[in-house]
């Protein structure tokens, strides 16, 4: 045996060089500019822009070892991102197309700080803070590896009680269907919440995303019978029951996922608890 010893890169150029070439890969996020400039008044540079599967505008910003600036940094770039909006689109829309662009969320922008480590102060501050901000520590593993952890994630905004969320998932359910759709979906927000920590939801017209750095749930308003919810999770290694479950890879639908799980009772969603580990482990 060999012991694989963790290193951190020789210059921060490395790491952002790496997460900008697979960053689909890695942080579920469409790769729009490299060292994007914001003018003179501004004066700075932000590392990374992307766009995320939600269509949320997402800033990277890199550190090689630690560096509590690095957080100031994105968040001051993330207050020019905001007010340079039309800029951003037309980035979007000759990067990705016209839908992609006419589809930018700008209730939830992100910023992804990814460095070597990350102190307990930061952290706190983060959570502290208003703004969708995730801490992600990186470390190279022999000459091929690269690991990411997530030190801390926040969604922002006003924290909302669960009572408070009971009320809004049973709104947004009780427009389409009766009582036992509501309490349906009630039960499967929990559990998607519940799974782990920094858990983030982020709502879109036609589904509701939740997420870690990546979407590993989709789901979308309840049908009439059923409440459809999309996992990333490979259908390959399900037994997949008709019915129940589905196979929706090559196939088109709201959200994000392969794994599609079809749930009509309670039972359904106590069936459905290890397919929604796995999707949330995928992530």
């Not at 470390?139 to 969320?165: I, K, M, Q």
């Not at 079809?262 to 608890?273: F, I, S």
Request: charge should be negative; hydrophobic fraction near 40%.
């Amino acid at each position: 045996m060999t012991e694989v010893v963790p290193r951190l890169a020789e210059v921060e150029v490395d790491v952002q060089g790496l997460v900008e070439a697979h960053m689909e890969t890695l942080l579920g996020v469409r790769f729009l500019a490299s060292e994007y400039g914001t003018g003179a008044v501004h004066g700075g540079r932000i590392d990374s822009l992307g766009l995320d599967e939600n269509g949320s505008p997402v800033i990277v910003e890199y550190k090689r070892g630690t560096d509590a600036g690095v957080i100031n940094q994105g968040l001051f770039h993330l207050s020019w991102l905001m007010d340079h909006r039309a800029e951003f689109e037309h980035l979007v829309r000759r990067r990705l197309g016209v839908t992609a662009a006419s589809q930018v969320l700008w209730s939830g922008p992100r910023l992804i700080c990814i460095a070597g480590d990350f102190s307990r102060y930061d952290a706190h501050a983060v959570r502290e803070h208003w703004r969708s901000i995730d801490l992600v520590r990186y470390r190279f593993f022999g000459s091929d590896l690269l690991g990411l952890e997530t030190v801390a994630s926040v969604s922002g905004g006003v924290p909302v009680s669960r009572r408070a969320r009971r009320q809004s998932v049973a709104q947004a359910a009780s427009d389409v269907q009766g009582a036992a759709m509501v309490e349906l979906t009630t039960a499967v927000d929990e559990v998607l919440l519940g799974l782990g920590e920094g858990v983030n939801r982020v709502e879109r017209k036609t589904y509701r995303a939740y997420q870690r750095l990546r979407n590993f749930a989709c789901m979308c308003p309840p049908q009439r019978t059923k409440l459809l919810v999309y996992l990333k999770a490979n259908p390959e290694d399900v037994d997949l029951v008709p019915g129940f479950t589905r196979d929706m890879a090559g196939l088109g639908h709201h959200g994000t996922g392969d794994l599609e799980v079809q749930l009509r009772t309670p039972r359904d969603v106590e069936r459905a608890q290890d397919l929604f580990r796995a999707g949330y482990a995928a992530a």
